[in-house]
């Protein structure tokens, strides 16, 4: 009996899927992403297009899936200096610059459960959650430091590598792909997204929040300028997290 009411559900289901109106929709827009568990990296903006499919279930009810291709980036620049006293009694003053930009290109399908709210013929709120997978298929990273350092023993006011001499510059950097195999970042991303969108009649403007439930590596320094002095050693798995901004119009494709 159980299985004859599922089969039943789910033929019903389907045939409304079938016998309601397809959508079809473009949109375009901007989203800040970030990581978590990180205190160096900032949010940056990125770009994201899409296409996007709507299957009507009833006047308030609808599934929605589609294809994106979207740019989640992150990025340090700034300098921070440490000072410490050896045992033989000399002053060690390092200043650290970083320049860094973690830049990935991703290809997104959403899954989204989605609710109608109409607020008059023309015009309505629409919600909308649930899973998405994404891919990464492109972007590059860099990374550029400069060391300077100086010593002198604990005598009178130390004295920094601008005001004497004896100071020691150390620079360098690398760039490589986001997601090289061997020290990019994981390219597999599975997380979950809500949305709100504003319809008025075939246009469309929303706001949406994404949440990664993998992370983006699994040996991330929690604080990149403690981990390069050796006082914090710690380890992170960060996770990409993000708001994203959008416009779009959507059309009718036809019975099915």
């Known amino acids: 009996m159980k299985k004859h009411l599922l089969i039943a559900l789910v033929l019903g289901l389907s045939t409304t899927i079938c016998h309601s109106q397809v959508k079809i929709s473009v949109q375009g827009g901007t989203g800040l992403t970030g990581i978590t568990q990180n205190e160096n990296y900032n949010a940056n903006f990125g770009y994201r297009f899409g296409v996007g499919v709507e299957f009507p279930i009833d006047k ?18 700034e300098a921070v200096t ?4 050896t045992e033989t009694g000399k002053q060690i003053y390092m200043g650290l610059g970083i320049d860094s930009k973690i830049n990935g290109i991703y290809l997104q399908v959403p899954i989204k459960v989605a609710a109608y709210l109409p607020l008059n013929n023309n015009c309505g709120l629409q919600f909308s959650g649930g899973p998405y997978i994404a891919l990464g ?14 010593e ?5 006011d130390f004295i920094t590598p601008s005001e004497g001499n004896g100071a020691t510059l150390v620079n360098g950097e690398a760039t490589h792909k986001t997601f090289d195999k061997n020290e990019g970042l994981k390219c597999l991303d599975i997380g979950l997204s809500l949305g709100v969108d504003f319809k008025y009649k075939c246009l469309f403007a929303g706001i949406g929040a994404e949440y990664s439930l993998l992370p983006i590596d699994k040996e991330f320094p929690k604080d990149l300028f403690k981990y390069s002095f050796q006082e914090d050693q710690t380890l992170v798995s960060p996770h990409n997290i993000g708001i994203e901004f959008h416009v779009g119009f959507c059309f009718n494709a036809g019975k099915r």
């Open 152 to 156: 002198r023993y604990d005598d009178d």
């Open 60 to 77: 308030t009810w609808s599934m929605q899936t589609g294809l994106q291709l979207l740019n989640r980036s992150y990025s340090i620049d």
């Open 82 to 85: 440490a000072l410490g006293i």
């Open 137 to 150: 298929i492109g972007g590059k990273s860099k990374l550029n430091w400069v060391l300077a350092t100086n």
